[in-house]
């Protein structure tokens, strides 16, 4: 018989990983490596699993054209007309998601299953002449497709009487349980961290604020999860199962452990997680599809594209965390047919660059193997329960693929064995190119996925893991190899809603910086920056319309990506003028939660107005911040 050399090597390995001096029965001893660090209980390590799944945003936002709700909505403007539930788990599948979130409660404390607790519920609405559960239809629809189902119930409710006093915590718990028990098995439970402030509170129009973790004592809420839901992994606060990556733009940091400090949450260590830290409390990257996280028709045409959504998967499934991607419906009840072209070719893409294994086949060899039960060739059984490991002593080992046949690719996908701690901090990727070893990359942090891009494809046989920096022995549960697949097109379309106003014959007339066009663009990626207003020198721009129009109101778009040391405004005041000479004070007010969800603003008039000018005041940013950046300003008829 003739031995070729990965015949060779494969032989190598097995007499490394096999001694010939033990007998079968001893070799089936060795012991496997101590844990080292925190690890995930099991709930989080299959939650880590899941990877991809929907956010699922519905409520009386869709119906108001608001992304916070004020809580004094009548349950009479909820009324889809063509409610879907199975076309919206077909459309997350469709993107390749595992499961889906559904909103149940948001702010304004409308409920989409027929709770009895309150009036401010679904019972109450057109919606199957208040016969209907949302909740529960999405739920079936999730066991249908074998899809995940997940809640999400907000803690602030800016509609009950009581929110801020200790009545509103009962009612908070028993809406809790309901949800834990009415609609089976659930596989996350998510609380938001905005809470407080200003509401209807059953008629009391007014500010309420409160010490969030003493008010919910989030501990108990926690454990109340866990009671009736044992592997649900709760979201956000200290003590829950996973956290908040910091921010809603898609953007895990890099690298980002799963490991936190056991101290309340800080937005910088939850960007990026602390390496060793005590609490196994890993991210979850959130963004949107559209600029807002409900669906607003003017928003039709700022969809992401498919290519944008791989690069999403990138920063967040690609550095280990799970991504959570949320697909607002319409007030059909449906997901918007460009959407869902969208979602399909990201999700067909993703598939497809992922359905072969080019190192299936491959000879694997290491530096050092533990023994029997942890060879290298574990790497490419498919299973993430099995994994290569070395002796205890040996921390920097090296693990070789030698393909079938030179393979072209440009897509690397490392895992750990998560059950025992993230174990390498800092390893490097190499191809033998001509004879000479090259470093593709070099990163720190596996954890539970490190996914490497490159930027062309390479073509090589032979590839290597070289870890360079651990505290500990590896545990590798996978080393593969893809040729990625680019995403199909999708034509971007125009906006479903007629009273938006098209900017193209607006201008600048003033503003107190230069760059102000950048405002009348109509590109969320391009902003006017300037330096951080203040009550006595605000920033200031006026707007030509070109002709009087019919106002209902104006839009404010905040730069979509983050902009190092800048930040959207707190507030605005409005001007109006049919002359750019008299002006009327028309508006006065804040712009909700738009630091954190970079999302498009919508303030109406208190009536109809006729103006050719707006002009625009902002005298304060939304967080703390050197400058002050917004990317558009329109308008929209009455």
Same mark, same amino acid.
């Given at each position: 018989?003739?031995?070729?050399?990965?015949?060779?090597?494969?032989?190598?390995?097995?007499?490394?990983?096999?001694?010939?001096?033990?007998?079968?029965?001893?070799?089936?001893?060795?012991?496997?490596?101590?844990?080292?660090? &925190?690890?995930?209980?099991?709930?989080?390590?299959?939650?880590?699993?899941?990877?991809?799944?929907?956010?699922?945003?519905?409520?009386?936002?869709?119906?108001?054209?608001?992304?916070?709700?004020?809580?004094?909505?009548?349950?009479?403007?909820?009324?889809?007309?063509?409610? $879907?539930?199975?076309?919206?788990?077909?459309?997350?599948? &469709?993107?390749?998601?595992?499961?889906?979130?559904?909103?149940?409660?948001?702010?304004?404390?409308?409920?989409?299953?027929?709770?009895?607790?309150?009036?401010?519920?679904?019972?109450?609405?057109?919606?199957?002449?208040?016969?209907?559960?949302?909740?529960?239809?999405?739920?079936?629809?999730?066991?249908?497709?074998?899809?995940?189902?997940?809640?999400?119930?907000?803690?602030?409710?800016?509609?009950?009487?009581?929110?801020?006093?200790?009545?509103?915590?009962?009612?908070?718990?028993?809406?809790?349980?309901?949800?834990?028990?009415?609609?089976?098995?659930?596989?996350?439970?998510?609380?938001?961290?905005?809470?407080?402030?200003?509401?209807?509170?059953?008629?009391?129009?007014?500010?309420?604020?409160?010490?969030?973790? &003493?008010?919910?004592?989030?501990?108990?809420?926690?454990?109340?999860?866990?009671?009736?839901?044992?592997?649900?992994?709760?979201?956000?606060?200290?003590?829950?199962?996973?956290?908040?990556?910091?921010?809603?733009?898609?953007?895990?940091?890099?690298?980002?452990?799963?490991?936190?400090?056991?101290?309340?949450?800080?937005?910088?260590?939850?960007?990026?997680?602390?390496?060793?830290?005590?609490?196994?409390?890993?991210?979850?990257?959130?963004?949107?599809?559209?600029?807002?996280?409900?669906?607003?028709?003017?928003?039709?045409?700022?969809?992401?594209?498919?290519?944008?959504?791989?690069?999403?998967?990138?920063?967040?499934?690609?550095?280990?965390?799970?991504?959570?991607?949320?697909?607002?419906?319409?007030?059909?009840?449906?997901?918007?047919?460009?959407?869902?072209?969208?979602?399909?070719?990201?999700?067909?893409? #993703?598939?497809?660059?992922?359905?072969?294994?080019?190192?299936?086949?491959?000879?694997?060899?290491?530096?050092?193997?533990?023994?029997?039960?942890?060879?290298?060739?574990?790497?490419?059984?498919? $299973?993430?329960?099995?994994?290569?490991?070395?002796?205890?002593?040996?921390?920097?080992?090296?693990?070789?693929?030698?393909?079938?046949?030179?393979?072209?690719?440009?897509?690397?996908?490392?895992?750990?064995?998560?059950?025992?701690?993230?174990?390498?901090?800092?390893?490097?990727?190499?191809?033998?190119?001509?004879?000479?070893?090259?470093?593709?990359?070099?990163?720190?942090?596996?954890?539970?996925?490190?996914?490497?891009?490159?930027?062309?494809?390479?073509?090589?046989?032979?590839?290597?893991?070289?870890?360079?920096?651990?505290?500990?022995?590896?545990? #590798?549960?996978?080393?593969?190899?893809?040729?990625?697949?680019?995403?199909?097109?999708?034509?971007?379309?125009?906006?479903?809603?007629?009273?938006?106003?098209?900017?193209?014959?607006?201008?600048?007339?003033?503003?107190?910086?230069?760059?102000?066009?950048?405002?009348?663009?109509?590109?969320?990626?391009?902003?006017?920056?300037?330096?951080?207003?203040?009550?006595?020198?605000?920033?200031?721009?006026?707007? $030509?319309?070109?002709?009087?129009?019919?106002?209902?109101?104006?839009?404010?778009?905040?730069?979509?990506?983050?902009?190092?040391?800048?930040?959207?405004?707190?507030?605005?005041?409005?001007?109006?003028?049919?002359?750019?000479?008299?002006?009327?004070?028309?508006?006065?007010?804040?712009?909700?939660?738009?630091?954190?969800?970079?999302?498009?603003?919508?303030?109406?008039?208190?009536?109809?107005?006729?103006?050719?000018?707006?002009?625009?005041?902002?005298?304060?940013?939304?967080?703390?911040?050197?400058?002050?950046?917004?990317?558009?300003?329109?308008?929209?008829?009455?």
């Amino acid at each position: 018989m003739t031995l070729d050399r990965r015949s060779l090597i494969a032989a190598g390995v097995a007499l490394a990983a096999a001694p010939l001096a033990l007998p079968a029965r001893a070799a089936s001893r060795v012991a496997p490596p101590a844990p080292w660090g &925190a690890v995930p209980s099991a709930r989080q390590w299959q939650w880590h699993q899941r990877e991809q799944y929907a956010f699922v945003h519905f409520a009386m936002n869709t119906f108001t054209d608001k992304e916070w709700g004020y809580g004094d909505e009548s349950p009479s403007m909820f009324n889809p007309t063509d409610f $879907d539930a199975d076309q919206i788990v077909a459309a997350a599948q &469709a993107g390749n998601l595992k499961g889906v979130i559904l909103v149940a409660k948001h702010h304004d404390g409308f409920c989409l299953w027929p709770t009895m607790l309150t009036e401010h519920c679904i019972r109450n609405s057109p919606y199957k002449d208040g016969k209907g559960d949302i909740v529960g239809e999405v739920a079936a629809a999730c066991r249908r497709a074998g899809m995940g189902f997940g809640i999400y119930l907000s803690p602030w409710d800016r509609n009950h009487a009581e929110y801020g006093r200790p009545a509103y915590i009962d009612y908070f718990r028993k809406h809790v349980v309901e949800l834990c028990t009415r609609y089976g098995e659930l596989f996350e439970f998510w609380f938001d961290g905005a809470n407080g402030g200003d509401g209807y509170y059953g008629g009391a129009r007014e500010t309420r604020q409160i010490d969030a973790p &003493a008010y919910y004592n989030w501990p108990s809420i926690v454990a109340l999860v866990h009671s009736h839901q044992p592997m649900a992994c709760t979201f956000d606060p200290l003590g829950a199962d996973i956290r908040w990556v910091g921010n809603e733009d898609g953007i895990a940091g890099d690298p980002c452990w799963p490991t936190m400090p056991n101290h309340p949450y800080v937005q910088s260590e939850g960007n990026s997680g602390v390496r060793g830290a005590p609490l196994w409390w890993p991210a979850e990257t959130n963004t949107s599809i559209r600029p807002g996280w409900f669906f607003h028709a003017d928003e039709d045409a700022k969809v992401r594209s498919p290519a944008n959504l791989v690069r999403y998967f990138d920063t967040s499934v690609g550095r280990g965390t799970n991504m959570n991607l949320n697909i607002p419906p319409d007030r059909r009840g449906r997901i918007p047919d460009q959407d869902v072209r969208i979602l399909k070719s990201f999700g067909d893409a #993703i598939r497809a660059s992922f359905a072969v294994n080019l190192a299936d086949g491959a000879a694997v060899s290491a530096s050092h193997v533990r023994g029997p039960g942890y060879e290298p060739a574990r790497v490419l059984d498919g $299973d993430r329960e099995t994994y290569w490991s070395t002796p205890d002593d040996v921390v920097t080992p090296t693990l070789t693929l030698d393909l079938a046949s030179e393979q072209s690719f440009d897509l690397i996908r490392l895992r750990e064995y998560l059950p025992l701690g993230v174990r390498v901090t800092r390893f490097a990727v190499e191809a033998d190119v001509d004879g000479a070893w090259r470093v593709l990359a070099e990163h720190e942090c596996i954890s539970a996925q490190r996914i490497i891009r490159l930027d062309q494809p390479i073509k090589a046989r032979r590839l290597r893991l070289r870890v360079l920096e651990a505290p500990a022995c590896p545990a #590798i549960t996978e080393f593969a190899v893809f040729r990625s697949v680019a995403p199909v097109a999708v034509p971007p379309v125009a906006s479903s809603d007629p009273k938006v106003l098209s900017t193209a014959g607006w201008r600048i007339v003033e503003a107190s910086a230069p760059g102000a066009e950048a405002l009348l663009d109509s590109e969320v990626s391009t902003a006017w920056i300037l330096p951080a207003p203040t009550p006595s020198q605000p920033a200031t721009v006026t707007l $030509d319309l070109g002709a009087v129009q019919a106002l209902g109101g104006f839009s404010l778009t905040p730069a979509r990506h983050p902009i190092r040391g800048a930040a959207p405004p707190r507030g605005y005041r409005v001007e109006l003028s049919a002359d750019g000479v008299s002006w009327t004070p028309e508006t006065t007010g804040e712009l909700s939660n738009i630091a954190y969800a970079l999302s498009t603003q919508r303030v109406a008039f208190a009536g109809p107005r006729s103006a050719r000018y707006m002009r625009f005041h902002f005298d304060q940013t939304a967080v703390p911040a050197a400058r002050l950046a917004i990317a558009g300003i329109g308008g929209f008829k009455p």
